[in-house]
């Protein structure tokens, strides 16, 4: 099956700097990325859908100068949390979607999450 | 705004018996549902999906119901084991974001032996 993975797994860095969290479809091209974050025992939220080379479309709410998102290619999205503070740690998820091969077409396959600490 | 929930936030369910986990919709135009299930410091991982269209699926041990004229959804859990203590979360398209998914609340599930 499609598999997606995150790097890193988990983070640990110091209010005020800036970090950087990839997502990769492994073995399939994604048009289609999206970012969610999930704070603890709460579910899922969107905070982007992001197309490969375009502009990445956020939610209400979300700060787009504050969570960077690039999707330079079709197996690649970045999200850069700028100037990190406490109160963004949490666990950020992405999904890739992966365009209908026999699959319906809403197909989606998550990452395995990050864990974002700010201190 | 509309939104997906659940009715109940925790069950605990004896080592094979069979589960039940519930969750309502209030968006009348959604036309697609899935279920996942996530681990703790894991990414949710894909159950089983329905169609608007169909009123049941069945997979391997897991059936998801769906009843429109309530905008209700459920997924039953066959012979529930230990290995299937999680949260469970039912998600709907979200159209607007162009197929991004708008999660219910979660319910964890705790199998008991």
């Known amino acids: 099956g499609a598999v997606v993975s995150q790097h890193p797994s988990r983070v640990i860095c110091k209010s005020g700097t800036s970090v950087k969290i990839e997502c990769r479809s492994l073995?399939?091209?994604?048009?289609?990325m999206f970012w969610y974050r999930q704070f603890p025992k709460q579910s899922l939220m969107l905070m982007a859908t992001s197309n490969e080379g375009s502009k990445a479309t956020y939610e209400q709410g979300v700060e787009k100068d504050k969570f960077l998102i690039n999707h330079a290619s079709l197996t690649l999205s970045t999200l850069t949390v700028t100037s990190a503070h406490p109160e963004d740690s949490s666990f950020y998820i992405c999904?890739?979607?992966?365009?209908?091969?026999?699959?319906?077409?809403?197909?989606?396959?998550f990452g395995p999450g990050t864990r974002l600490l700010v201190l | 705004g509309e939104s997906v929930g659940l009715h109940l936030p925790t069950l605990s369910v004896q080592e094979g018996d069979n589960s039940i986990i519930n969750c309502a919709y209030s968006?009348?135009?959604?036309?697609?549902f899935i279920w996942y299930k996530q681990e703790s410091g894991k990414g949710p991982q894909f159950i089983i999906d329905i169609r608007s269209n169909m009123d049941k699926r069945q997979g391997q041990r897991v059936t998801v119901l769906l009843n429109k004229t309530v905008k209700h959804l459920s997924l039953q859990i066959a012979a529930t084991q230990p290995g299937d203590s999680a949260v469970y979360f039912c998600a709907e398209i979200y159209s607007n974001s162009g197929y991004a998914l708008n999660f219910g609340k979660g319910t964890s599930l705790l199998v008991t032996p």
């Open positions: 968006n009348s135009a959604s036309d697609y």
């Open positions: 999904s890739a979607r992966d365009p209908p091969t026999g699959a319906i077409q809403e197909t989606q396959y």
């Open positions: 073995d399939f091209q994604a048009t289609t």
